[in-house]
């Protein structure tokens, strides 16, 4: 384990060169060494021009559309397995400059190679229905099929390549919105200081600011969250402006496209029925009754008069008294993953170990937080930032293992057009790992506060992605629907929209303050919206999958293996029905729900 440095009452951490091999990921996988890498680089760059022996000449036949599809997946899973190495070369040492230039340098390069292909899909969508339906026929495509289907389904909603030049062109201005707010919110807007529950200063920002809010000092909490807030109220109307401008954004380059709203084009691509949108709203409305019991029972056990939204991330108990080195960590987190068969538990064993895919522990420099990167060549790689004495981090690598696997699975199973899983069931993989984490740990508790600790640890993570990313989903149903009627985005609309899903979300019981109508005003998702949906079907769709496996045989783990295998050979709806969940209907999300409920009661009971 790398160790932090003493140096007298300072604690710093390791600089990279200072961590023990053990500790880091082995990338051999990708490339063995920088100068291999170099090398590869200087190949792959120098073939992009060959998209211009194809231009013109796909319509020929299907023989010559084939060798330009296989040149495209080629150069592109190059550069997948160039742009990976980079990646986390840069994520090592975030302050040194050989990676960071490296990763430039591939983005540079991924750039010319995208303008270079970029009249692939105009050429393809140029050629005439009929003719397209005989090439289809054409056995030589049929590893191509379904992704030349997919390309195809755009024809409605593709312009003149004049009108296509224009939009290409404005991209950077619509982009200016989010731009706008970005700098804004991560650069300019600046709080102050804040004493901690231990009286010590701390400047208060985005990351400090959730720290402060999991403060067991409620008069911390509520300066923290009332001083926050002062800097968006100072603000408000520059941001809904911003805000304001990239919905108008949206809505305008769906209406220029012909698709019927911004919220359908945004689903299109996934092939998403708004209906699973709208079922998802309606269930955790008709389930809102369990989280307002939730409210109570925590400003009960919390000994609060009344409850505010900054008493709602601490935790109830204080932290479990639990250590987990990195070697028990991986364990537990195997053990607790061991239905999911042998094949699974010794290719995560592996990789977790001997193969080396994880790089363990903060140093200096280091990219914060955790993430899976996978790539068709080469194995899966994990980054964390593990710390021994947080539970939390053993449910973070149980995560990122889910997502890993995910990509092993994908990766081995199908061709490379077919391999990378979309959004919508990436984080189903991710999330069902951590239920069956929370379900082999909850069953070998040894008192009634280590099993009432995980308890509300499950019913936050419920909440907090089920509930809160739903209420987020609705705020863009309902701006983007106001503005495609016509009416502009103003402070007092976002404000008086937004408070009405508080009161809604949040029931009768709760204090709403006048500052929490601003949240919707700090929510970088929104500049990229419809898609927050994803995280509460994918949790919802983890909750069903899990239990089904849990409580099932050969045919349910075979089943959702067979998911894990999917990477995008099918639609997202059609590999989760394979796996056994029909997100369609609304019986999953409700059976979340229906679980949550149940975890309220016992939560009341234990306390």
């Not at 269930?283 to 369990?290: I, W």
Request: charged share 25%.
């Amino acid at each position: 384990m790398s160790k932090k440095i003493s140096t007298g009452n300072v604690l710093s951490l390791p600089p990279r060169s200072k961590v023990p091999t053990a500790d880091t990921w082995d990338l051999s996988s990708l490339f063995p060494s920088d100068a291999a890498w170099e090398k590869a680089f200087d190949a792959w760059s120098g073939r992009i021009d060959g998209f211009s022996r194809f231009k013109g000449r796909l319509g020929r036949n299907g023989k010559t559309l084939t060798e330009c599809l296989q040149f495209e997946a080629d150069i592109d899973r190059e550069g997948e397995r160039l742009g990976n190495y980079a990646f986390l070369k840069a994520a090592e040492d975030q302050g040194d400059s050989t990676y960071q230039r490296m990763k430039g340098r591939f983005q540079h390069v991924a750039t010319r190679a995208a303008e270079a292909a970029s009249w692939m899909r105009p050429e393809i969508l140029a050629i005439p229905t009929k003719k397209m339906d005989k090439f289809l026929r054409d056995p030589i495509l049929a590893p191509w099929r379904l992704a030349l289907e997919r390309i195809l389904r755009y024809r409605p909603h593709t312009l003149t390549e004049k009108e296509e030049q224009l939009l290409a062109m404005q991209m950077p201005v619509s982009m200016a919105s989010s731009q706008a707010f970005r700098q804004l919110n991560d650069a300019d807007l600046k709080w102050g200081m804040i004493r901690d529950e231990k009286r010590r200063l701390v400047e208060l920002g985005h990351s400090s600011f959730s720290a402060f809010l999991h403060s067991p000092s409620r008069k911390v909490r509520q300066e923290a969250f009332h001083k926050y807030y002062i800097q968006y109220d100072a603000h408000k109307n520059t941001i809904a402006a911003t805000l304001n401008g990239s919905v108008q954004t949206d809505v305008y380059q769906a209406r220029t496209r012909n698709y019927p709203s911004a919220r359908e084009s945004a689903l299109f691509h996934d092939n998403m029925p708004v209906s699973v949108y709208d079922s998802l709203i309606a269930s955790v409305h008709k389930n809102l009754p369990a989280v307002h019991r939730y409210l109570d029972v925590r400003r009960r056990k919390m000994d609060l008069k009344d409850i505010h939204h900054y008493d709602t991330y601490v935790p109830i108990l204080s932290s479990l008294d639990k250590r987990y080195t990195w070697d028990q960590a991986v364990e537990v987190v195997l053990d607790s993953l061991s239905p999911l068969g042998p094949e699974y538990s010794a290719v995560l064993h592996e990789g977790l170990n001997e193969a080396r895919w994880a790089d363990r522990y903060p140093n200096q420099g280091k990219q914060s937080g955790a993430f899976s990167s996978g790539g068709y060549d080469g194995k899966p790689h994990i980054l964390t930032n593990y710390q021994p004495d947080v539970l939390d981090h053993v449910f973070t690598l149980a995560h990122e293992a889910g997502h890993s696997m995910h990509s092993w699975y994908s990766a081995r199973y199908q061709p490379y057009q077919y391999w990378q899983y979309t959004i919508f069931v990436a984080e189903v993989a991710s999330t069902f790992n951590e239920q069956l984490l929370a379900h082999h740990l909850m069953r070998r508790v040894r008192s009634v506060k280590e099993r009432a600790y995980l308890v509300n640890r499950q019913i936050d993570a419920i909440r907090g992605t089920i509930i809160r990313q739903t209420m987020f989903a609705e705020f863009e149903k309902v701006i983007h629907a106001q503005v495609e009627a016509g009416e502009p985005l103003t402070v007092d609309s976002l404000r008086s929209q937004y408070r009405k899903l508080l009161d809604l979300y949040f029931g009768p019981g709760f204090v709403i303050d006048k500052e929490l109508e601003l949240e919707c005003l700090r929510i970088p998702h929104f500049y990229r919206a419809f898609y927050v949906y994803k995280y509460a079907t994918g949790l919802s769709a983890a909750i069903a999958l899990s239990q089904r496996v849990l409580n099932g045989g050969k045919r349910e783990l075979d089943d959702y293996i067979g998911f894990l295998k999917g990477g995008c050979s099918k639609w997202p709806l059609d590999l989760l029905r394979g796996a056994g969940v029909d997100m369609e209907r609304p019986d999953p999300v409700n059976a979340a729900l229906g679980y949550f409920d149940k975890l309220v009661s016992e939560l009341d009971e234990l306390l």
